[in-house]
T-cell receptor, first 111, second 116 residues
Framework: QKEVEQDPGPLSVPEGAIVSLNCTYS??????FMWYRQYSRKGPELLMY????GNKEDGRFTAQVDKSSKYISLFIRDSQPSDSATYLC???????????FGSGTKLNVKP | DAGVTQSPTHLIKTRGQQVTLRCSPK?????VSWYQQALGQGPQFIFQ???????QRGNFPDRFSGHQFPNYSSELNVNALLLGDSALYLC???????????????FGPGTRLTVL
């Protein structure tokens, strides 16, 4: 069993929809949680970083962490065709620890 | 600020050969991590360099080695290449001053390695 699980999709939504992307994890030691966006044949781009449980909002993006359920989410409001990409979750266990990535969810926002 | 840069962009090698990939971190960053990303998969951590030393390592064989220079740039070396080493190799940099700055890792565009 992988330490971080992510539905590969693809997830197809119409422009303007609210998108929900999720990851689950098995190790309760994870404390730091990140979301990256990766366009085809490019390096990942950091979107959101959160520590421990709770919500964090940045523009159209909201990250949620539920440590009791070992579940993290990324919400995208008013989705745009330019949001079409693969979304990767990542997490680490303690300060300056290596990152564990999910396999990514491919999102397609249709005009 | 040029961000994280990597070279070369693409590389084709044959089995058994050796390869060296290079990474220049974002200005102000002192920590470099290397990842391997197979097609359709998430990045897998190879190792991390800080203060010119390997600070931590993932589950990769000794064929994978690296180096960090005084200017914080880094190299990834892979010996005795196998077909399975074909992947996108990503470099990420961060500043180890605080846990927040460390966890805000920025990735380069990657080097796509093909082993024939």
């Amino acid at each position: 069993q992988k330490e971080v699980e992510q539905d590969p999709g693809p997830l197809s939504v119409p422009e303007g929809a609210i998108v929900s992307l999720n990851c689950t994890y098995s190790n309760s030691a994870f404390q730091y949680f990140m979301w990256y966006r990766q366009y085809s044949r490019k390096g990942p781009e950091l979107l959101m970083y959160t520590y421990s449980s709770g919500n964090k909002e940045d523009g159209r993006f909201t990250a949620q962490v539920d440590k009791s359920s070992k579940y993290i989410s990324l919400f995208i409001r008013d989705s745009q065709p330019s949001d079409s990409a693969t979304y990767l979750c990542a997490m680490s266990k303690y300060n300056f620890n290596k990152f564990y990535f999910g396999s990514g969810t491919k999102l397609n926002v249709k005009p | 600020d040029a961000g994280v840069t990597q070279s070369p962009t693409h590389l084709i090698k044959t089995r058994g050969q050796q390869v060296t990939l290079r990474c220049s971190p974002k200005s102000g960053h002192d920590t470099v991590s290397w990842y391997q990303q197979a097609l359709g998969q998430g990045p897998q951590f190879i190792f991390q360099y800080y203060e010119e030393e390997e600070r931590q390592r993932g589950n990769f064989p000794d064929r994978f080695s690296g180096h960090q220079f005084p200017n914080y740039s880094s190299e990834l070396n892979v010996n005795a290449l196998l077909l399975g080493d074909s992947a996108l190799y990503l470099c990420a940099s961060s500043f180890s001053g605080t846990s927040d700055s460390y966890n805000e890792q920025f990735f380069g565009p990657g080097t796509r390695l093909t082993v024939l």
